[in-house]
C-alpha cells in the first residue's frame, strides 16, 4: 500500500471516532485492551505466526496497550462463523480468504476466477492497484476493517486417485468452499459440489461423504488431510488470496494514533505473512511426501484452462463485466 493510500485508509477506517489521543496516554489509565485473534491453524504455521509478529510489532510501538489473546487450531469457528464473531465484535481480528469473505463483499469473487493470475506478483500487484482500494472501501461497509491483503498460495486438486484430465473429474464428489464461484467452477467439469467448511473435510473424505476437494499446500498439510487424499494435481487454478481484517465495532473505539500503529503492523505482517507461506509451502511438501503423498502435473493444460475460464462469462456481469476480468488477466 503507498502511504497516500495508507493514509486514505486509515482515514476512512476511523468511523467518526473522536479527538486523538496517544496510545501511551490511554496506556496510563486503566488494564490493556484484550485483542481476541481468531486462527484456524496451529501455532507453528503461517495463519498464527503472523498474529506474533503483529502483536511484537504493536507492543514495541505502544508498549502494554494491548493484550493479545491468540486462539489457534479453530477453537473459535471455522472461516465463516469467526467472520461472523468479527462482524458482531466477541472476536477482534482474523485471517480469511476471500471466498469465505465474498458472502459479505460480493466483488471479492473476482480474485477467485480460475486462471486469472499467473503468478505471486500478478497477485500482489492487482492488490496494491485501484481492485485493491474498491475491495477495502467494501468491506469496511460491511464492518471489516482490512489494512492489507495476504496470498496463501495457488490451490491444487486433491483425491484420493490421480486426476490429471478434466474427464478424471466428472462425476466425482468435491468439497468445495462455501461459494457460488467455486460451486460454478466444479459444475463446469462435470463434479458434484459440496460445500463443507475446512473444519470438517478431514472427516468428510475419510468417510466418503466427499472424494476430492482442492486447497493450497500449506492448508493441505496442516490440516493432514494427505492422510485421506494422498494425490495431488497441481493445477495451481486459484490463487487463494484473503484479508487480515480487524472488527470494525473494535476499530471505532480506538483513537487515530492506535489505528495507525495497528494499519502499519498489520502491513508489514502481511508481507511477512506471505514470506512464510513460501517457506510452508515448501516444509508442506516434505512434510505431505514423508506422509504418503504423491504429486502429479496436469496433462492437458489447456482443457482445463478452457473449461475453468467458462465461469469468467457466467460470473462477469456480477463483477464488472468480461473487460475488467480480461483487464486483470492480461495486465503486466
Given at each position: 500500500?503507498?502511504?497516500?493510500?495508507?493514509?486514505?485508509?486509515?482515514?476512512?477506517?476511523?468511523l467518526?471516532?473522536?479527538?486523538?489521543?496517544?496510545?501511551?496516554?490511554?496506556?496510563?489509565?486503566?488494564?490493556?485492551t484484550?485483542i481476541?485473534?481468531?486462527?484456524?491453524l496451529?501455532?507453528?504455521?503461517?495463519e498464527?505466526?503472523?498474529?506474533?509478529?503483529?502483536?511484537?510489532?504493536?507492543?514495541?510501538?505502544?508498549?502494554?496497550?494491548?493484550?493479545?489473546?491468540?486462539?489457534?487450531?479453530?477453537?473459535?469457528?471455522?472461516?465463516?462463523?469467526?467472520?461472523?464473531?468479527?462482524?458482531?465484535?466477541?472476536?477482534?481480528?482474523?485471517?480469511g480468504?476471500?471466498?469465505?469473505?465474498?458472502?459479505?463483499?460480493r466483488?471479492?469473487?473476482?480474485?477467485d476466477?480460475?486462471?486469472?493470475?499467473?503468478?505471486r506478483?500478478?497477485?500482489?500487484?492487482?492488490?496494491?492497484?485501484?481492485?485493491?482500494?474498491?475491495?477495502?472501501?467494501a468491506?469496511?461497509?460491511?464492518a471489516?476493517?482490512?489494512p492489507?491483503?495476504?496470498n496463501?498460495?495457488?490451490?491444487?486438486?486433491l483425491?484420493?486417485m490421480?486426476?490429471?484430465?478434466?474427464?478424471?473429474?466428472?462425476?466425482r464428489?468435491?468439497?468445495v468452499?462455501?461459494s457460488?464461484?467455486?460451486?460454478?467452477?466444479?459444475k463446469?467439469?462435470?463434479?458434484?459440489?459440496?460445500?463443507?467448511?475446512i473444519?470438517e473435510?478431514?472427516n468428510?473424505?475419510?468417510?466418503?461423504?466427499?472424494?476430492?476437494?482442492d486447497?493450497?499446500?500449506?492448508?493441505?498439510?496442516?490440516?493432514?488431510?494427505?492422510?485421506?487424499v494422498?494425490w495431488?494435481t497441481e493445477?495451481?487454478h486459484?490463487?487463494?488470496?484473503?484479508a487480515?481484517?480487524?472488527?470494525?465495532?473494535?476499530?471505532?473505539?480506538?483513537?487515530?494514533?492506535?489505528?495507525?500503529v495497528l494499519?502499519?503492523?498489520?502491513?508489514s505482517g502481511a508481507?511477512?505473512f506471505?514470506?512464510?507461506i513460501?517457506?510452508?509451502?515448501?516444509?508442506?511438501?516434505e512434510q505431505?511426501?514423508?506422509?504418503?503423498a504423491?504429486?502429479?502435473?496436469?496433462?492437458?493444460?489447456p482443457?482445463?484452462?478452457?473449461?475453468?475460464?467458462?465461469?469468467?462469462a457466467?460470473?462477469?456481469?456480477?463483477l464488472?463485466?468480461m473487460?475488467?476480468?480480461?483487464?486483470?488477466?492480461?495486465?503486466?
Amino acid at each position: 500500500m503507498t502511504i497516500p493510500s495508507r493514509r486514505r485508509f486509515v482515514r476512512a477506517a476511523a468511523l467518526g471516532a473522536g479527538a486523538v489521543l496517544s496510545g501511551h496516554a490511554r496506556h496510563a489509565v486503566g488494564a490493556p485492551t484484550t485483542i481476541t485473534v481468531a486462527s484456524l491453524l496451529a501455532a507453528d504455521k503461517a495463519e498464527t505466526r503472523v498474529w506474533f509478529h503483529i502483536r511484537d510489532e504493536v507492543e514495541t510501538m505502544l508498549p502494554g496497550r494491548f493484550e493479545f489473546r491468540i486462539v489457534p487450531n479453530a477453537a473459535l469457528g471455522g472461516e465463516k462463523e469467526v467472520a461472523e464473531g468479527s462482524r458482531l465484535g466477541s472476536i477482534q481480528a482474523s485471517l480469511g480468504t476471500m471466498s469465505a469473505l465474498s458472502t459479505w463483499v460480493r466483488d471479492a469473487q473476482i480474485l477467485d476466477l480460475p486462471f486469472l493470475f499467473r503468478d505471486r506478483e500478478h497477485v500482489r500487484r492487482t492488490l496494491d492497484g485501484p481492485l485493491g482500494t474498491e475491495l477495502r472501501q467494501a468491506f469496511l461497509t460491511q464492518a471489516f476493517v482490512v489494512p492489507a491483503f495476504i496470498n496463501y498460495g495457488a490451490r491444487h486438486l486433491l483425491g484420493k486417485m490421480a486426476m490429471t484430465a478434466p474427464a478424471d473429474v466428472r462425476g466425482r464428489r468435491i468439497r468445495v468452499i462455501q461459494s457460488p464461484l467455486h460451486v460454478a467452477l466444479w459444475k463446469a467439469f462435470g463434479a458434484h459440489p459440496t460445500p463443507i467448511p475446512i473444519t470438517e473435510t478431514y472427516n468428510a473424505l475419510k468417510t466418503g461423504v466427499v472424494d476430492m476437494m482442492d486447497l493450497t499446500w500449506g492448508a493441505y498439510a496442516g490440516f493432514r488431510l494427505y492422510e485421506v487424499v494422498p494425490w495431488v494435481t497441481e493445477t495451481g487454478h486459484i490463487w487463494a488470496c484473503g484479508a487480515l481484517y480487524w472488527s470494525a465495532s473494535f476499530w471505532a473505539r480506538l483513537a487515530p494514533a492506535e489505528r495507525r500503529v495497528l494499519t502499519d503492523a498489520s502491513i508489514s505482517g502481511a508481507r511477512q505473512f506471505d514470506r512464510m507461506i513460501v517457506e510452508d509451502e515448501a516444509r508442506a511438501r516434505e512434510q505431505a511426501a514423508a506422509g504418503g503423498a504423491r504429486v502429479v502435473a496436469p496433462i492437458d493444460r489447456p482443457a482445463w484452462v478452457a473449461t475453468a475460464r467458462s465461469v469468467w462469462a457466467e460470473a462477469a456481469p456480477a463483477l464488472g463485466g468480461m473487460p475488467r476480468i480480461e483487464a486483470i488477466a492480461t495486465a503486466a
